[in-house]
């Protein structure tokens, strides 16, 4: 399982050209596109989300895993190159980008609640322990926030929910995975 790292580095960098295409064609045509924050801060979360799966993905290929482990953890980035598929909007200046990204809602938030239910999953095929610890509480807080998000429809709220997970997935990696070599 060494190379696992090297698997989800490959898938990770595949999901990751969504949200950056997006952003560079926002950027590229913004005299004709009015992008929507919202938006871009689910693009730089989504970025910083597959940063995190591919920093997990080097600590845990360390260790021996099976088949139903490993199928679980893959489906991490699978679910991430599915979320950045849902949430890429369209660049073209008739296109309202936060209602497209509305239309995709409830599918986008109950994929990214699952994905720390999986994690867990894995954990528990592992048969290892779960401890209370700083991971977990991220997990858990990543799972209300996405359903949080199933139910918040002004904009403005919006926005502010996209920032909140957005600080939350970046303090995660940073405290929970700053030691990990990479």
């Given at each position: ?17 969504s949200?950056l ?15 929507s ?49 849902l ?20 599918v ?72 990990v070599?990479?």
């Amino acid at each position: 399982m060494e190379h696992l790292w090297f698997f989800v580095g490959i898938l990770a960098g595949a999901a990751v050209r969504s949200p950056l295409e997006y952003l560079a064609h926002s950027l590229r045509d913004r005299r004709i596109v009015t992008p929507s924050p919202t938006v871009i801060v689910w693009q730089l979360f989504l970025i910083v989300l597959l940063i995190e799966f591919w920093i997990a993905s080097l600590a845990v290929s360390k260790d021996e895993m099976g088949i139903g482990q490993f199928l679980l953890f893959l489906l991490l980035p699978f679910g991430a190159m599915v979320l950045a598929t849902l949430s890429k909007p369209t660049v073209k200046p008739d296109v309202d980008q936060f209602t497209e990204f509305e239309s995709q809602r409830n599918v986008f938030f109950l994929i990214l609640a699952a994905l720390p239910v999986i994690s867990l999953l894995r954990e528990l095929v592992a048969g290892e322990s779960i401890p209370f610890d700083a991971d977990l509480f991220y997990r858990i807080l990543i799972l209300a926030g996405s359903l949080l998000g199933l139910f918040i429809k002004k904009r403005r709220t919006t926005f502010v929910h996209a920032l909140a997970m957005l600080a939350l997935i970046s303090t995660y990696l940073l405290d929970v995975y700053a030691t990990v070599p990479a």
